[in-house]
């Protein structure tokens, strides 16, 4: 059965959270994971790191990271020193996970998150491509080590000009060439990029190593016009195993707001009650759906 699971930033405003509040939470939803921004990992001390993996195992649920890349870490970058920075960046959160015994660790990890500062047509692109290719093998050096498994993520044009869709991340893949190394789609940048979202499903493949749900617009899956049943329908058609994580963002302000670009509320009133109420939502829903499509 695949695990599904929630990105913690649904409920906070603030990338840093406060771990063990969100895994009693995913115990009372009865969920399986609880997805966290990677980089606060840098702050937390290995024996913290320790206890908090030992809580999250007493509480059954699976931690899991994400990241968008900041662009002073770009491993694509033009400039070298910006490369290596970026380098030893993902490789000491790599070493932090590692020292949870491991894990998936996915997002815009492939260069800087967020439209480049310069003009990007295919030459530009090719040169993205190599830099953050070679790039990305390094840090797989770390990451096997440490039993981490990297996924890039395709997303929207307005987040990466390197990988939009399902056939370019599977280039990406190709280029760098580890097996842990893996593609994470999420339905509301496929939404956009995607001439198809069943069969950019269905190209990934068993390279398909974590899945994001959401809207159109980033709310809960269900309250907005995409097809879920060709969505479950493809990932049915894969056989696909892994990890459904919701990543929806409902709320206005504050620096999730404005990074995620939420300019209105997704869901009215945003009190706690109200986002845990629309959280067991996602949640029954996702499973309503697994179940529809033979996924349990």
Request: charged share 30%; aromatic share 10%; with cysteine.
């Amino acid at each position: 059965m695949n695990k599904i699971g929630i990105f913690v930033n649904f409920w906070q405003k603030t990338w840093a959270v406060d771990h063990r509040k969100y895994i009693d939470k995913m115990v009372k939803l009865g969920g399986d994971i609880l997805e966290f921004q990677a980089q606060p990992l840098l702050d937390i001390a290995d024996a913290d790191l320790v206890a908090l993996k030992k809580y999250a195992d007493d509480a059954g649920i699976e931690m899991t990271y994400s990241l968008g890349l900041n662009k002073k870490y770009d491993i694509a970058s033009r400039d070298a020193d910006v490369r290596k920075g970026g380098v030893k960046y993902l490789s000491d959160i790599c070493k932090k996970i590692g020292v949870m015994g491991g894990g998936l660790f996915s997002g815009v990890t492939y260069c800087g998150w967020g439209v480049p500062d310069y003009f990007v047509g295919e030459a530009e692109k090719e040169e993205l491509y190599e830099h953050s290719t070679q790039s990305m093998k390094e840090v797989l050096k770390v990451a096997e080590n440490e039993g981490v498994t990297i996924c890039v993520e395709a997303v929207n044009r307005f987040e990466s000009p390197l990988l939009n869709t399902a056939k370019e991340a599977l280039r990406y893949l190709d280029m760098v060439g580890s097996d842990n190394l893996g593609m994470l789609l999420d339905t509301y940048h496929m939404n956009i990029e995607e001439d198809s979202i069943g069969d950019a499903i269905r190209l990934a493949g068993s390279k398909l190593k974590h899945f994001h749900t959401g809207e159109n617009n980033r709310n809960i899956p269900g309250r907005g016009h995409l097809d879920w049943d060709e969505i479950f329908g493809a990932l049915k058609d894969i056989g696909y195993k892994n990890r459904i994580v919701s990543e929806p963002f409902l709320m206005m302000g504050n620096e999730v707001g404005y990074d995620i670009r939420v300019w209105r509320p997704i869901l009215e009133n945003p009190t706690e009650e109200r986002l845990d109420a629309a959280a067991k939502e996602l949640l029954d829903f996702t499973r309503a759906q697994m179940k529809k499509h033979g996924l349990e």
